[in-house]
T-cell receptor, first 111, second 113 residues
Framework: DQQVKQNSPSLSVQEGRISILNCDYT??????FLWYKKYPAEGPTFLIS?????DKNEDGRFTVFLNKSAKHLSLHIVPSQPGDSAVYFC??????????FGSGTQLTVLP | EAGVAQSPRYKIIEKRQSVAFWCNPI?????LYWYQQILGQGPKLLIQ????????DSQLPKDRFSAERLKGVDSTLKIQPAKLEDSAVYLC???????????FGPGTRLTVT
């Protein structure tokens, strides 16, 4: 029973273009959503988050969009850079502050 | 500010042996988490501590896994005896009690042969 799903295991994008990573969730009790980035042999690094009371949060090249009615969120990276190549995890949490992760999307940015 | 520290980084053991992992959270972070990440999956919560008390250990296989957080700072996670399916990366994370963001250590990659 996957409560957080990332249906695309991989994504390749040309340098300078937009990367869009998607995530769906099923639990209506989730009220805070986070994106983490993971390089090989390192732990996940917090990237950006959004509260359920918002529909957009922006931080530099990274923007997260939340569509509560569709239970869908997405991460936009513009412009994409080769250093952005990593595995991106979507995570969701509620009042217990326990993260439920998706299975990740491997982003490859081609020079 | 120092991040979350974990040791060892890598461990190889035979099945039925025991192993222990250590975690030192970010200074001042009251909440500490242990996750298990199997290859190709996202991290899954094993146990959550608030200071030195257990908040949730419902996902911890208690017949073989144990964890403690003495004095509300460092934590250890133990597996005894290990099984082949315990091969995974064990991640420790910590958070401030006023925020949702969790900060992760580098993890310990365990291989059980």
């Amino acid at each position: 029973d996957q409560q957080v799903k990332q249906n695309s295991p991989s994504l390749s994008v040309q340098e300078g273009r937009i990367s869009i990573l998607n995530c769906d969730y099923t639990n209506s009790m989730f009220d805070y959503f986070l994106w983490y980035k993971k390089y090989p042999a390192e732990g996940p690094t917090f990237l950006i988050s959004i509260s359920s009371i918002k529909d957009k949060n922006e931080d530099g090249r990274f923007t997260v969009f939340l569509n509560k009615s569709a239970k869908h969120l997405s991460l936009h990276i513009v412009p994409s850079q080769p250093g952005d190549s990593a595995v991106y995890f979507c995570a969701a949490t509620g009042s217990a502050r326990q993260l439920t992760f998706g299975s990740g999307t491997q982003l490859t940015v081609l020079p | 500010e120092a991040g979350v520290a974990q040791s060892p980084r890598y461990k190889i053991i035979e099945k039925r042996q025991s192993v222990a992992f250590w975690c030192n959270p970010i200074s001042g972070h009251a909440t500490l988490y242990w996750y298990q990440q199997i290859l190709g999956q996202g991290p899954k919560l094993l146990i959550q501590f608030q200071n030195n008390g257990v908040v949730d250990d419902s996902q911890l296989p208690k017949d073989r896994f144990s964890a403690e957080r003495l004095k509300g700072v460092d934590s250890t996670l133990k597996i005894q005896p290990a099984k082949l399916e315990d091969s995974a990366v064990y991640l420790c994370a910590s958070s401030d009690q006023n925020t949702y963001e969790q900060y992760f250590g580098p993890g310990t990659r365990l291989t059980v042969t």
